[in-house]
């Protein structure tokens, strides 16, 4: 592989306060193999959510950084990460996309496992040596790493990574804001959002923390609801963004759009107007009113390096994506929610969810055509080299629409990727 040095350094001037990124960095083959193996091989990604696996045998597979992966809660009740690969010849054991098994049966040569992994029958097993599986080499194998935090299970591929909490850092704080809105336990709700665009991942992990680019991308949005009566709280869009340390960023903000956990609009009438100051009361007694105030009235778009976006906006949505080339990704989401929300709040959630959030509601289509566009204008790259991401650069407190988080990532980036390359 080349020497990529020059490909991702950044143009950072603190004293001018400005911070460019190469437009390179986003067409680049070797530097797309390089995030491969400095940043997806060597972080905690998402795997899934404990809710999904309620009970035991229940299973999901799933992607990971290019890895085919069982997530499934054996029948001890234990949450595993098996590579989803039979150890005999290496055929795919699991081919469904979720459901309920008590063992799981490659269909090449008929090897048989439990739900918790281990070799149970094999065709034609009297020819093997006796002992032929004592060391375990027969069994599926765990992910290298597999850790949870409230619910959130994430795997790793370098077996020597710091622990998850470590890593998480002050991310833990958001993650605690939405995790606790529920007493007994958010649940994801059941079906996924599943869609590829033909851009950049990166730029997919800037959309999802910049709040800039909202009164001019999602304008049709803010005019739809303003055209429609009582979908507003006299509540004014400010906020402020923050670097968490570790590529980890947020942007906590006031909204007036209608908030299920807590914020109400006219729209939602009486009932919905008894749910929420339930809710609210709720949160109070639990944590005190300061905190049950951001918790039900404050939004945030959360970002857990590289490639996790939680968003606690007008629903929870929980997304994460991968690239496939440097022009092309894939990406996955859900809604999270209480486990005991009302009926009235569970709709009322779904209606936000699928309206802002989904592939056909007023956000991701703008979204994508907008990161489609950036991907389209970096074919100008030697000419229009350069990404500016300066906004709020200097300031003691950036604000939701500034920079700071996009910086964050983009900083973290840099390091993972300069090291790998230095090493090679």
């Known amino acids: 592989m080349k020497d990529i040095s020059k490909v991702i350094k950044l143009h950072v001037d603190n004293e001018r306060q400005l911070f460019k990124v190469p437009r390179t960095s986003f067409v680049d083959t070797d530097v797309f193999e390089s995030e ?63 459901g309920t098994a008590k063992n799981f049966q490659c269909f090449y040569h008929g090897w048989v496992f439990g739900s918790d992994g281990k070799l149970k029958d094999q065709p034609g097993r009297d020819s ?84 800039y680019h909202a009164s001019t991308t999602h304008a049709s949005y803010l005019d739809y609801l303003k055209g429609t009566v009582g979908s507003l709280a006299p509540v004014p869009l400010v906020g402020h963004g923050r670097d968490l340390g570790n590529g980890h960023a947020v942007i906590e903000y006031a909204a007036p759009w209608g908030r299920p956990v807590g914020q109400w609009i006219p729209a939602w009438g009486e009932q919905g107007k008894a749910d929420i100051e339930k809710i609210v009361a709720g949160l109070a007694e639990r944590f005190g009113a300061e905190r049950a105030q951001r918790i039900a009235l404050k939004n ?33 989401a859900w809604a999270l929610a209480p486990t005991e929300e009302s009926e009235w709040s569970r709709k009322s959630r779904l209606e936000n969810f ?56 983009w900083t973290e980036w840099n390091l993972r990727l300069t090291r790998a390359n230095a090493a090679a």
């Not at 997806?40 to 696996?53: D, K, P, V």
């Not at 790793?156 to 993650?175: C, H, M, N, Q, S």
């Not at 489609?372 to 000419?383: D, H, I, K, P, T």
Request: negative net charge.
């Open 36 to 98: 491969r193996n400095a940043i997806f091989n060597r972080c905690w990604l998402y795997l899934g959510h404990a809710s999904e696996l309620a009970k035991p045998g229940q299973f999901v597979t799933r992607t990971v950084a290019g890895r085919n992966v069982i997530f499934n809660r054996d029948a001890g009740g234990k949450l595993n990460a098996f590579m989803n690969t039979c150890p005999h010849r290496g055929a795919t054991v699991c081919r469904d996309r979720a």
């Open 128 to 211: 093997y040596c006796d002992g032929f599986n004592d060391a375990g080499g027969a069994n599926l194998v765990t992910a290298p790493r597999h850790e949870e935090y409230r619910g959130f299970h994430f795997i790793a591929f370098d077996k020597d990574i710091v622990d998850l909490p470590t890593y998480l850092g002050d991310a833990r704080e958001y993650i605690d804001l939405v995790a606790d809105q529920s007493e007994v336990g958010m649940a994801i709700v059941g079906g996924t959002q599943e869609y590829s665009l033909r851009a950049n991942w990166k730029l997919l992990v800037e959309n999802s923390i910049d709040g």
């Open 300 to 332: 945030r778009n959360l970002l857990i390096f590289p490639n996790l976006i939680i968003n606690d906006i007008m629903a929870v949505t929980v997304r994460t994506f991968y690239p496939l080339a440097p022009n092309f990704l894939h990406v996955n």
């Open 354 to 409: 699928l309206e802002f959030l989904g592939p056909g509601g007023f956000a991701t289509p703008d979204d994508v055509e907008a990161l489609q566009q950036c991907q389209s204008g970096y074919e100008n790259v030697r000419e229009a080299g350069w990404n500016d991401i300066s906004k709020g650069m200097g300031k003691a407190q950036p604000a939701m629409d500034d920079e700071v988080q996009m910086r964050a990532f």
